[in-house]
């Protein structure tokens, strides 16, 4: 029987809107598919995208702010030690910019809807269609959609990648839960905040008490006129601390730091969702028999320690799936063996080579000693540099000895957090 469609997107965020534009323009009948009420209604604002290499996709989306400063910060109940990092060089061209998903999503897919894309919003997909094996389609409801080639694109809980058998049960320790607001504030008092000029923004990544010892860190973005703020935590850690994300989002907004950074602003938004954690371990299934998974959906994400990425690697994703999925059409292959190019295009590129090189970063990001113990040696010992008693000054390299004796850190376990973060990170 003749397909409804050459193509069925499962999921309107950043790399279903990106497959479904590309293979429209290139004249394919596609259907995308969303279950929110509009693109990005599902979807929880704020993030950073590096969107560098990717100007055929975003070029003339809706950004907020221009990300020239990156603070990392690690702090404590009493203390605070950052390192500060500006650089114009990182605005033109921009490295990175925040957006709002719920202003990206709907325009990414009116592009795709532009291209000829049918787009069908408030509609949940149930199950795939399969006909002697191969994905043949979804049913959503009492309806069946017929196509060529289904993509999952529907999230770091995707049911159709999970029920196509691309990935199995969720393993807690390649999973996150993130709880994020945005909070408004007026521009000029933003800027002035978060010393910034014109268009240009700053992103705050932050460890230490900012998650009660959880692994795990928070996080600040700046928009025109709001501040995206949350925590990330590792999923299993979370249950093992008997604590609940919402005690430590509440303890992380609490801290002066960050208090400080938010006063006088109003919550906008609030919400909590599961985010991939793995890296390059926790990579489900990309392709089947007329089956691609992209985006969170296939557990893109990147956790380098400084940065996280997934919004370019959904994007990436896209592009990648969409070239694979054209050839398959145009030889009426669509089979995993040809599909397959899909996996081939997208870890011989920029994405698959930057999982491998952070491979051990997510071993290296759950050592506890981060969370807890570097915090208080690092503000002991500036402490000491920099509080005068009324006593003799003693030489820097005491006060760094006594103040990783006080901290409870072992030596053999500081060099061998070192090297394993050399080698991770």
């Known amino acids: 029987m003749t397909p409804d469609f050459d193509v069925a997107v499962v999921g309107a965020g950043i790399a279903g809107n990106v497959v479904a534009r590309q293979l429209a323009n290139a004249g394919r009948e596609v259907v995308l598919i969303e279950r929110g009420e509009t693109p990005g ?11 560098r290499g990717l100007e055929e996709v975003f070029d003339g989306a809706p950004v907020e702010r221009r990300i ?8 404590k109940a009493e203390a605070s030690v950052g390192l500060d990092y500006a650089d114009a060089r990182l605005g033109s061209p921009a490295n990175a910019v925040s957006v709002l998903r719920a202003k990206l999503d709907p325009w990414l897919a009116s592009r795709a809807e532009e291209a000829g894309a049918t787009v069908l919003t408030g509609v949940r997909v149930d199950s795939v269609l399969r006909d002697e094996g191969r994905v043949v389609g979804v049913r959503a409801g009492e309806d069946d959609l017929t196509a060529r080639v289904v993509v999952a694109a529907d999230g770091i809980n995707s049911f159709v990648a999970k029920d196509a058998g691309l990935r199995g049960p969720d393993d807690p320790a390649h999973l996150g839960l993130g709880v994020k607001a945005v909070v408004a504030l007026p521009r000029t008092v933003l800027a002035d905040r978060f010393r910034l000029a014109g268009d240009e923004g700053a992103s705050y990544a932050v460890v230490g008490d900012a998650t009660l010892g959880v692994p795990g860190g928070g996080f600040l973005y700046t928009n025109l006129d709001s501040v995206s703020v949350g925590i990330v935590v590792r999923l299993d850690a979370l249950a093992a601390s008997g604590r609940s994300s919402a005690e430590v989002f509440e303890h992380f907004c609490d801290h002066p730091f960050v208090g400080g950074l938010l006063q006088g602003g109003e919550v906008v938004e609030y919400g909590a969702h599961l985010v991939a954690e793995g890296g ?21 994400t990147i956790n380098t320690g400084l940065t996280i990425r997934g919004m370019d690697l959904a994007a990436a994703s896209g592009l990648a799936a969409a070239r694979a999925i054209e050839a398959a059409l ?68 005491s006060v760094v000895r006594g103040a990783l004796k006080g901290s409870g850190v072992r030596a053999k376990d500081l060099v061998g957090d070192l090297w394993a973060g050399v080698r991770g990170l």
């Open 41 to 51: 209604s599902k979807n929880l604002s704020g993030g950073v995208l590096f969107g």
């Open 68 to 75: 020239t400063r990156h603070v990392l910060q690690t702090l």
């Open 280 to 300: 390059l371990r926790g990579l489900g299934g990309l392709v089947g028999d007329g089956i691609v998974a992209v985006g969170d959906a296939a557990g893109l």
């Open 330 to 397: 145009a030889a009426s292959d669509v089979s995993k063996a040809s599909l397959d190019a899909y996996r081939r295009d997208l870890m011989s590129g920029v994405v698959g080579r930057d999982l491998t090189t952070y491979a051990r970063t997510p071993g290296v990001l759950a050592r506890p000693r981060l969370y807890d113990d570097y915090g208080r040696l690092l503000a002991d010992a500036l402490r000491g540099a920099f509080a005068h008693d009324g006593t003799p000054r003693r030489p820097l390299r």
